[in-house]
């Protein structure tokens, strides 16, 4: 008997109604993601702030999110993955308006703007391990390794987006009304998840815990090298990379270039994301663990770029790259995630994930700014490259990353 590739069949995995909400929602929310970024960074600057209290703004974002996020990922295998997913995007779309309004009023603070970004973080810790998890439940068993690549792309195409909107329309509107557009977008995602059909399936077996649902969880990422060494690996490029692009980029090219060219090169970094998934929906390497962390090394281009560039150009050039080979390694990574892990485990895994990738990105955030004005924003720019790119190479060493497959 012949099967027939999902990819070659009508429709593709578009096909399936729960999926083409879930990455419809995953999509819009994620213009607004690109916008608000832009947004709140000037919004600082404009408040008198500088790279130390940009950095403190984005941290307490950052913080919030890993403090959250294991939480986020017990609730995720305990309770149904649709409605976290649906009440955060509408809580978020609250939280968004109201600090819309502030800044429109002209009655926003930098704490205010502190307070709103860890909300913000808490409601996104809790929805993103469900979302991640949400992809295996929405195609049949076969269809996964399509489903990853076009969701990870519909993303890609909506940041992509919202970079590129974001650096116009605060030079149009005001980063009030940009922020506004965000909690739009997030009222809309609330509204695909809300019409989703998929049903909760609860683990077996009694629930003791959630301190013993999170042992649980930790034990599956123990038992497989290839998931702790690349969160690992993860953890210093958030520790390094975080503050370049969060802090020393819109001061860098933002300030010193424009702030127009700071947005495009968000926008450039995002289409490269937007390539490597179009690369991904038709190459299937065998070894993608090997193959994804080997381009990863290319994320070191953008912060070569931003440290020696004198024109935007090289700038975008550098952005694309890293956007490149970042995109192809986070959908083989997703992938195997979703083909490795059972899927009573898949949130908490997921949370683990996320966790040990960002927990150190506050402590970047807050300290980029300091130790960049100590010595020298080019110089620490390339140590920030130097940092991301042979962490990549070096997890190339480890026989489990090498030898791990695609699953037919």
């Known amino acids: 008997m012949t099967t027939l590739d999902p990819v070659r069949t009508r429709g593709g995995v578009l096909r399936h109604r729960d ?10 929310s994620m ?32 913080t919030a999110e890993v403090m959250a996020t294991l939480l986020g990922g017990v609730l995720g295998d305990r309770f149904s993955r649709k409605v976290m997913m649906e009440g955060t995007s509408a809580a978020s779309a609250v939280v ?24 913000t973080g808490v409601l996104g810790a809790l929805n993103r391990p469900s979302s991640q998890a949400m992809t295996r439940f929405t195609v049949p068993a076969e269809e996964v390794a399509h489903a990853v690549p076009a969701r990870a792309l519909a993303n890609q195409v909506g940041m992509t987006v919202g970079y590129a909107l974001g650096g116009v329309l605060v030079s149009v509107v005001g980063a009030g009304w940009s922020i506004m557009i965000d ?16 049903a909760h399936v609860r683990p077996e077996g009694a629930r ?26 993860a953890l210093l490029y958030h520790l390094f990379y975080g503050g370049a692009q969060g802090v020393l980029g819109p001061i860098v090219v933002g300030e010193g270039m424009s702030r127009s060219a700071w947005g495009v090169s968000l926008a450039v970094m995002m289409a490269g994301f937007v390539v490597g998934g179009l690369i991904c929906l038709r190459w299937r390497p065998r070894r993608m663990l090997y193959v994804g962390a080997a381009l990863l090394s290319l994320t070191a281009l953008f912060p ?9 150009a090289v700038v975008w050039g550098g952005a694309f790259l890293h956007g490149v080979g970042l995109s ?35 402590v970047g955030l807050a300290v980029t700014g300091p130790v960049a004005a100590a010595v020298g924003f080019a110089p620490w720019l390339l140590v920030v490259a130097a940092v991301i790119g042979g962490s990549s190479l070096i997890a190339l060493l480890s026989r489990d990353v090498r030898v791990l497959q695609r699953l037919p």
């Open 19 to 28: 999926f083409r909400l879930l990455a419809a929602g995953g999509a819009i």
């Open 96 to 119: 968004q308006v109201v600090l819309a309004v502030m800044l429109i009023g002209g009655f926003a603070s930098i704490p205010a703007l502190t307070v709103a970004g860890v909300v």
């Open 183 to 198: 909690a739009a977008t997030f009222a809309v995602a609330a509204v695909c998840f809300a019409l989703m059909r998929v």
């Open 208 to 233: 003791v815990s959630m301190l013993a649902d999170l042992g649980e969880g930790a034990r599956e990422v123990l038992r497989h090298t290839w998931l702790w060494l690349l969160i690992i690996q």
């Open 328 to 362: 192809i390694f986070s959908v083989f990574w997703d992938l195997a995630i979703q083909q490795q892990i059972p899927e009573d485990k898949l949130s908490r895994v997921y949370s683990f994930d996320i966790v040990g990738s960002f927990i150190a990105r506050p």
């Open 304 to 312: 070569i770029a931003m440290a020696v560039a004198e024109a935007p």
């Open 31 to 62: 213009i607004g993601n690109g916008i608000t970024p832009v947004a709140l960074a000037f919004a600082v600057i404009d408040l008198g702030g500088g790279a130390a209290e940009l950095g403190l703004v984005v941290a307490s974002f950052a």
